[in-house]
């Protein structure tokens, strides 16, 4: 059972434009939220996290949104750069014990020049 | 800092042949994860140790996977015999007790069973 979906699997943007990566989840006990990078041959990078008490976070050209309602965060990117290009993978994890992440199968973002 | 460090980089082995991988922590960082990535899956959580006690092993897929941590500075994950739907990346992660603190990847082992 797939508890973070990212039901995208690719993306293609423009360089300059907006990129929305979007992800849901099932586990309504997921309080903690993050965006990870994973260029090829590489492990993945932490991009940008956001609690259950926000609703956006942004860093940079980087925002993240959460509808904790609609159990729905997505990660945007402005403007897109074409080294932004790579694999996003969505995660999660509950406030319970050593607080295991949870990911998505990831979304593949080619960005254009 | 040298980051999480994997060993090797890259594994091609036959169907039945034992198969380790090596994993060396960030120093200080008290939780270790191995994950294994797949098309189907992404990154599926196989085991998670903390201060080198197994937590949770649920993700470890067979009996054919074994996962120690001798001590706080290296983690190995064993595959006994190995089959070709085995054949993926490998990745181990480690984090600090902070709280919401981030995993920090190594750069993955490629395994390919043939």
């Known amino acids: 059972d797939q508890q973070v979906k990212q039901n995208s699997p690719s993306l293609s943007v423009q360089e300059g434009r907006i990129s929305i990566l979007n992800c849901d989840y099932t586990n309504s006990m997921f309080d903690y939220f993050l965006w990870y990078k994973k260029y090829p041959a590489e492990g993945p990078t932490f991009l940008i996290s956001?609690?259950?008490?926000?609703d956006k976070n942004e860093d940079g050209r980087f925002t993240v949104f959460l509808n904790k309602s609609a159990k729905h965060l997505s990660l945007h990117i402005v403007p897109s750069q074409p080294g932004d290009s790579a694999v996003y993978f969505c995660?999660?994890?509950?406030?319970?014990?050593?607080?295991?992440?949870?990911f998505g199968t990831g979304t593949r973002l080619l960005v254009s020049p | 800092d040298a980051g999480v460090i994997q060993s090797p980089r890259h594994e091609v082995t036959e169907m039945g042949q034992e198969v380790t991988l090596r994993c060396k922590p960030i120093?200080?960082?008290?939780?270790l994860f191995w994950y294994r990535q797949t098309m189907m899956r992404g990154l599926e959580l196989l085991i998670y140790f903390n201060n080198n006690v197994p937590i949770d092993d649920s993700g470890m897929p067979e009996d054919r996977f074994s996962a120690k941590m001798p001590n706080a500075s290296f983690s190995t994950l064993k595959i006994q015999p190995s089959e070709p739907r085995d054949s993926a990346v490998y990745f181990c992660?480690?984090?600090?007790?902070?709280?919401?603190?981030?995993?920090?990847f190594g750069n993955g082992t490629r395994l390919t069973v043939t």
């Open positions: 992660a480690t984090r600090s007790q902070t709280y919401n603190s981030p995993l920090h």
């Open positions: 995660a999660a994890s509950a406030n319970t014990g050593f607080q295991k992440l949870v």
């Open positions: 120093s200080g960082h008290n939780s």
């Open positions: 956001i609690s259950s008490i926000k």
